[in-house]
């Protein structure tokens, strides 16, 4: 019976195994983007770990539960029933064994499948530079973006006009973007990454070493006493963003599994953000059932330096920029402009299911930080140092899992803005079919730490108090439905609002999937938050509710082994006292042609849009080239199309050109400032080779 079970669950995933390596990634970033919404995001490091995991599948009979955890696609009672199973019953003797599992589904086993297998060979505990060398990796990644349409800020006028305005460019509209980088496993990382940006000069003027950002590191991981540690560039993860989380994180999704931070303590940085990692060097040592990290950070922040009327020699920092832009004369004034240094320690002990965490964080710079104040902002920090202290939590029993964080600030130049931020969760798995989760948190106007992604409904964790509830259930063998309910205040006024506020948000999406080829999937999302009127007499501002809805209808299917369409529908509704109301479209069809037997894949989309103003944009993911993450803004009246193109030659190398192109219906400008493009037309092109070794 066991054995015809096992064949029955090998033809229904067979379908797993055909799909193609970034046809699964890409399926994985898409739903991670979904709530980010920007067009400059970088998920980097989520796809190195789902690659590098793809093609080193975990070992379920030897995994502690961490490596599960970095998938980005487990709870953690999924987790620990994979390690209660093991305890209970011994190793797994097959990948299908999984179906025994108490919290695990069909659709979750799918999800993990192609990264996860069974393995009775213990990994290797040591690592000898024979082996490193034979068996590592060596990659090059060489990119560039030219500027397809003139710019008003690229215009040729004199250096006089140049120096004394902000509205022209040193350098051309062109970007590069390099990366060597040697990997073992996940054991051994050692790479640099070059980027300049467009409007920025290159062997030039202030740019005479050539890229305006450099970025290096050397990570090691894998020993016993030692378990990681990294010299370079790095990013350090500690509880549940609270305190210190210097890489990017994840806020509401349509699934539930995204509430819970997954902790990697140390990351080697290869990303290009030039302000959200840290530089210099730490460790992280293990001994038993506890874990020390160390870290210790030095880098230059942009800013801007102003001197006191009073004191000539007292210098003070105003703004600090962290676009790691310096195209203008402003911008590359406040390059530099002071130094950051960060000190910091983490303990962890984990026993079983149980996992506790405390930290300790100083943060400085040499120079004051001292920026405007307004009314919202006059409890943001302002000074040289200020140090915070946190204590998080873990515990999964049973189908339960709570978890949570509770961090303090303090500031020794203000004493009475020393504010504190907790997050407490629970998440729950009834039977395979049903889950819930609720999370608690509460974040004072008065705590700031200038690291953090702790769940939140604004852009920090500050100055917020909220309470979020998420189901996933699954109704019958065809249908599934996520929803969730968020419910939240700002006590403190915030940029825009000037008064206490309050509102929520609310997302239902069915999931109709009666085969592995067909999918089509509903969502309905309203949102509702308070902002200032626009209708101020300049005297009170009276706040009001701004009501956002979004209907989205998605369809998905695969007509063959080489081709796959998608399909989507969207419409955005704003409605707000001030203003009429506003509404937007979007249509979007997507064509996939992946030949096996071809060294070439084709990805193609056609998309018509219609918005009343930037108020009802939509973002939408577009594919890429490894690496390159696109989810642009679509609004005015216009299409959008794209060509991507993979040629896979010489068993090591990939060559991806990407060619885009907007055109607006109802445009004669686009953009403003030095970004405006004269006519209606707004094209992108993208070529990346990679050599793999």
């Known amino acids: 019976m066991r054995f015809l079970c096992c064949c029955l669950l090998l033809l229904s995933f067979g379908n797993v195994f055909a799909q193609d390596r970034s046809e699964i990634i890409q399926q994985r970033i898409e739903f991670i983007s979904e709530q980010v919404q920007s067009e400059n995001m970088d998920l980097t490091n989520i796809i190195e770990q789902l690659n590098y995991y793809f093609d080193h599948p975990i070992n379920l009979n030897t995994t502690t539960g961490e490596e599960l955890e970095e998938l980005y696609l487990l709870t953690g009672v999924q987790i620990n029933d994979v390690l209660l199973h093991r305890k209970a019953f011994g190793k797994f003797i097959s990948i299908y064994e999984l179906q025994s599992l108490n919290y695990w589904d069909a659709q979750v086993i799918q999800l993990v499948l192609p990264f996860v297998h069974v393995d009775d060979r213990l990994d290797q505990l040591h690592i000898t530079w024979k082996e490193a060398m034979k068996q590592g990796q060596f990659e090059e990644y060489i990119r560039y973006q030219p500027m397809m349409e003139s710019k008003a800020g690229y215009l040729d006028v004199s250096d006089s006009v140049q120096q004394a305005s902000n509205k022209y460019y040193y350098g051309n509209g062109d970007r590069y973007y390099s ?67 210097s890489s990017y994180a994840f806020g509401k999704t349509a699934d539930l599994t995204t509430m819970k931070r997954t902790v990697i303590p140390i990351r080697a940085y290869t990303s290009v953000d030039e302000s959200r990692f840290l530089r210099g060097a730490a460790a992280d040592f293990g001994y038993r059932n506890w874990s020390l990290l160390v870290f210790a950070s030095q880098k230059k922040m942009d800013g801007v330096t102003l001197s006191d009327s009073t004191y000539d020699e007292l210098e003070f920092v105003s703004t600090i920029d962290l676009t790691g832009l310096h195209r203008t004369t402003n911008e590359i004034a406040k390059k530099n402009g002071l130094n950051e240094r960060i000190l910091g320690a983490n303990v962890r002990y984990v026993n079983g299911a149980f996992r506790w965490g405390g930290a300790l964080v100083h943060q400085g710079y040499d120079k004051p930080y001292s920026k405007d104040i307004q009314y919202y902002n006059q409890f943001d920090f302002r000074g040289t140092t200020f140090t915070s202290l946190s204590s998080d939590y873990s515990y999964v029993f049973r189908n339960m899992n709570v978890f949570g964080e509770v961090s303090k600030v303090l500031r020794p130049d203000v004493a009475a803005q020393n504010g504190w931020a907790m997050v407490h969760a629970a998440m729950m798995s009834l039977d395979p079919r049903f889950s819930f989760g609720v999370l608690y948190r509460n974040y004072q106007k008065d705590y700031q730490t200038l690291y953090n992604a702790g769940f939140s409904e604004g852009s920090n964790t500050q100055n917020e108090e909220g309470t979020y509830a998420a189901v996933k259930w699954k109704l019958a063998s065809a249908w599934s439905l996520n929803a969730y309910v968020d419910l939240f205040k700002f006590p403190w006024m915030k940029y825009g609002v000037d008064s206490p506020s309050y509102g929520h948000e609310i997302l239902l999406q069915p999931v109709y999937r009666p085969s592995k080829t067909f999918e089509i999937y509903g969502r309905f999302r309203q949102q509702m938050r308070q902002k200032n009127s626009r209708d ?44 009429t109301p506003e509404k937007g479209m979007l249509f979007s069809q997507d064509l996939i042609f992946k030949p096996k037997s071809s060294p070439f894949d084709l990805s193609l989309r056609f998309a018509l849009f219609d918005t009343d103003s930037y108020d009802t944009r939509i973002y939408t993911f577009e594919s890429n080239a490894l690496y390159v993450f696109a989810v642009p803004a679509y609004y005015y009246q216009g299409s959008r199309a794209y060509v991507l193109l993979r040629y896979s030659f010489w068993r090591s190398c990939d060559l991806w050109i990407k060619y885009g192109v907007f055109l607006y219906e109802n445009r004669s400008s686009i953009s403003s400032g030095a970004e405006q493009i004269t006519g209606n037309r707004k094209s992108d092109l993208l070529i990346q080779l990679r050599i793999s070794i």
């Open 536 to 579: 101020s007499d300049g005297t009170v501002t009276e706040i009001e509710d701004v009501m956002q809805r979004n209907y989205r209808l998605n369809m998905s299917c695969v007509l063959n082994e080489f081709i796959s369409l998608k399909t989507r529908l969207e419409y955005v509704t704003v409605h707000r006292a001030s203003n």
């Open 179 to 245: 990366r060597f980088r040697y990997t073992y496993k996940t054991n051994i990382s050692v790479g640099i990454t070059a980027e300049k940006d467009a409007g920025e000069q290159f062997f030039r003027g202030t740019q005479k070493q050539g890229f305006d950002f450099y970025s290096a590191h050397a990570f090691f991981k894998g020993g016993k006493y030692l378990k990681s540690a990294v010299i370079g560039d790095y990013q350090i993860q500690v509880g549940q963003g609270l305190n210190l989380w």
